[in-house]
Nanobody, 124 residues
Framework: QVQLVESGGGLVQAGGSLRLSCSAS????????MGWFRQAPGKEREFVAR???????TYYAASKGRFTISRDNAKNTLYLQMNSLKPEDTAVYYC??????????????????WGQGTQVTVSS
């Protein structure tokens, strides 16, 4: 089992940047693929980005080119660098851990462990 805690959210103006962090404890962090999801009010949780155990990355189309996912296995930490933020990026952002072979990368139910979320608000 792994415990996840997000941080780094906040209020930022459109065009600004934020870096989210997700600190992991428990079982070996490096054994999981890790993902970022977000959920806006009244909407379903949606995939943002994923990084596999070897560092390969996958992005949702709307975030590709603006967001960068990375991981530091030595620090048991996952990151999401978000640049050129837009008001439509406003949501609660969650990190999640996925067991090997659990399924596709974009469906929330394929991720076994979740953090509590961090709010990102982008003002226009």
């Amino acid at each position: 089992q792994v415990q996840l805690v997000e941080s780094g959210g906040g209020l930022v103006q459109a065009g600004g940047s934020l870096r989210l962090s997700c600190s992991a404890s428990g079982r070996t962090f490096s054994s999981y693929a890790m993902g970022w999801f977000r959920q806006a009010p009244g909407k379903e949780r949606e995939f943002v980005a994923r990084i596999n155990r070897s560092g390969g990355t996958t992005y949702y189309a709307a975030s590709k080119g603006r967001f960068t996912i990375s991981r530091d296995n030595a620090k048991n930490t996952l990151y999401l660098q978000m640049n050129s933020l837009k008001p439509e990026d406003t949501a609660v952002y969650y990190c999640a851990a996925q067991n090997s072979g659990a399924g596709d990368y974009y469906t929330p139910r394929t991720y076994a462990y979740w953090g509590q979320g961090t709010q990102v608000t982008v003002s226009s």
